[in-house]
């Protein structure tokens, strides 16, 4: 088959709807199939491919799993072939740029027939295509490495997590300025940052978008009934998976509206299949001291969380663990849980000097306060989670917390964070939750 056969194929294909495409792929011959496998017109979907018209940025805002990575590296085999000589890879560091949008399975290399494949030198940060066109790899982390090189053509990828997005982009700008026509590809998952707010922005910007549902075909089946079913109707899930940027939504991992949607009366709180008290203890006392956090909570059988009370007390160790046993008892509970990173064993002596024969667990924070709380935030989104009556003072709390901005300790919300693991997070997704947040917790 002649190659003006196999483009002839390839466009052809490329013009009809995706059902089909995979129809009449289906049925080609093996040499057929081999002759149009690098062909991306065949193989993307619409919104995969640069737009038409006049552009300087190429904006694709998309959710996980929706191709971004294939669709950068795709565009710039394009650009080199039309003509682009000098081309910026830029990602968020050094190991994302080799191991990602380089030689990843969706990388610039994975891109080209093992015959074709440019020359890559790691050591240079370089790689040479056949035709002469070079693309240099930057680091955002290191943004001074970007002063003083010039491109016609860039790949910024996932410039919502660079470190120093500004500096970075700022030094890649001063140096597109190369060729009559220079055009760049950013791809990333949406974050309301600045940086993306300006790209937005810029009347030279095409912005396509695009969620991770539509690749779905291409995507582990475990991807889908974990990481979807853990995330989708979130805050978390509508950036991540659908792409959205969250202009609206307040630096706080809850809103009162949140809280309201799923709020219930205490003659409608259903009959719990486990019952908690959680501590989250003060190491002082005194009026300065910090306060104990003491929360009761429950959940049924339909995995549904309620919380039913509110013991927080400013008080001596022996005092709160008065008020947390006389919780345990008035609600029925089945288990006291008790974060001890500060304690330690202390807490359960103080606990055992009340009451000895209380079931009790310790648990140990290894990560900070955002990485535990974003988990149970995401569960209020998804209705999983009901206040039983109104608990003001927790509540206040809970929308107060700006992650990176308290001055306060939380301590009312960290018990809260602590029910709720030990009710459903930790039995049910503590695989996700320490491979996927870096966070476990974890029994003494």
């Given amino acids: 088959m002649s190659p003006d056969t196999n483009s002839s194929l390839a466009e052809l294909i490329a013009s009809l709807p995706e059902s089909q495409r995979r129809q009449i792929l289906s049925g080609l011959t093996e040499e057929q199939y081999e002759s149009i496998a690098y062909d991306w017109r065949v193989w993307a979907r619409a919104n995969q491919l640069p737009p038409e018209g006049d552009w300087n940025y190429w904006l694709l805002m998309a959710g996980r799993g929706f191709g971004k990575t294939r669709t950068g590296a795709e565009t710039v085999r394009k650009m080199t072939s039309e003509g682009y000589r000098r081309i910026h890879l830029v990602g968020a560091t050094a190991a994302d740029v080799r191991d990602v949008m380089i030689t990843g399975e969706s990388g610039l290399l994975s891109c080209y027939p093992p015959s074709e494949r440019p020359l890559y030198e790691p050591s240079k940060r370089l790689i040479t295509f056949a035709n002469g066109a070079q693309a240099v790899a930057f680091s955002a982390d290191e943004p001074e490495r970007l002063r003083g090189p010039q491109c016609d053509c860039f790949w910024a990828d996932e410039v919502a997590a660079w470190r120093f997005a500004q500096d970075a982009w700022d030094n890649l700008m001063f140096g597109f300025r190369l060729g009559n026509r220079p055009r760049g590809i950013i791809t990333t998952t949406p974050k309301p940052i600045k940086l993306v707010k300006d790209i937005l922005r810029d009347p030279a910007t095409v912005v396509t978008s695009g969620s991770s549902y539509e690749n779905k075909s291409n995507l582990a089946p475990a991807f889908f009934s974990s990481i979807i079913r853990k995330y989708e109707g979130t805050r978390l899930g509508r950036q991540e998976l659908l792409a959205e940027l969250l202009e609206d939504i307040p630096g706080a991992l809850w809103t009162r509206p949140m809280i309201d949607a799923s709020r219930v009366q205490l003659s409608d709180l259903p009959k719990c299949v486990r019952v908690v008290v959680a501590i989250d203890p003060a190491v002082s006392a005194g009026e300065e001291a910090d306060e104990t956090g003491i929360i009761v909570a429950g959940i049924d059988h339909k995995q549904h969380i309620y919380v039913i009370a509110d013991g927080t007390t400013r008080s001596s160790p022996r005092d709160w663990a008065y008020a947390a046993c006389r919780l345990f008892l008035r609600w029925d509970c089945d288990r006291m849980v008790a974060e001890v990173n500060n304690g330690g064993d202390l807490v359960e002596a103080n606990i055992r000097g009340v009451h000895p024969g209380i079931p009790y667990r310790s648990v140990r924070a290894s990560r900070g306060k955002y990485v535990r709380a974003e988990p149970v935030a ?67």
Avoid at 378 to 405: D, K
Wanted: aromatic share 10%.
């Fill in 378 to 444: 995401g569960l209020y989104e998804q209705g999983r989670v009901h206040h039983v009556g109104f608990l003001p003072e927790l509540e206040e709390q809970m929308c107060s917390y700006v992650p990176g901005l308290e001055t306060k300790s939380p301590d009312r919300m960290d018990a809260l964070v602590w029910a709720v693991y030990d009710l459903l997070l930790q039995v049910q997704e503590q695989a996700i939750v320490t491979y996927d947040t870096g966070y476990a917790i974890s029994p003494i």
